[in-house]
């Protein structure tokens, strides 16, 4: 079977972008708060040129994504740990605006406010 030039670069690129998603998976996989990103393939198909044979009537998109699940929550020794169970996040005011993070990792201000690690 012949599959063709085309669909032979693909096949290359779409292992290296694999590589790359497993492999940043990998290296946050304990960083607290990461979500792991998926690749998905999209057929994109043109209705006008379906059922013609014309080699443009069907593309293959590699789309990314992030796995929005919800991780395992796990009790620590600090009062300023927090988790959200179900879907939600923390609102983190900084100097670039509001921040959206599911990392409940904070420490109290000296004028006892909770915030980052970084102070927002």
């Known amino acids: ?3 063709g030039w085309d669909m ?10 694999e590589l ?3 492999s940043h998976n990998l290296a946050n996989a304990s960083t607290v708060g990461f979500k792991r990103e998926l690749l998905n393939n999209w057929e994109v198909t ?7 044979g014309h080699p443009e009537a069907a593309n293959y998109v590699d789309v ?4 929005l699940s919800q991780g395992s929550i796990h009790e620590t020794d600090s009062e300023t740990d927090l988790a959200i169970q179900g879907p939600g996040y923390f609102k983190i005011q900084t100097p670039q605006g509001l ?3 599911r990392n409940g990792n904070f420490y109290l ?3 006892y ?7 927002y």
């Open 46 to 52: 043109n209705p006008h040129l379906l059922g013609s």
């Open 99 to 101: 921040r959206y993070t």
């Open 20 to 22: 790359e998603v497993a």
């Open 113 to 119: 406010q909770l915030v980052t690690k970084e102070g």
């Open 64 to 67: 990314r994504s992030r796995d």
């Open 8 to 17: 032979a670069a693909y096949m290359g690129v779409r292992a290296m972008r």
């Open 109 to 111: 201000s000296p004028d």
């Open 1 to 3: 079977m012949d599959i």
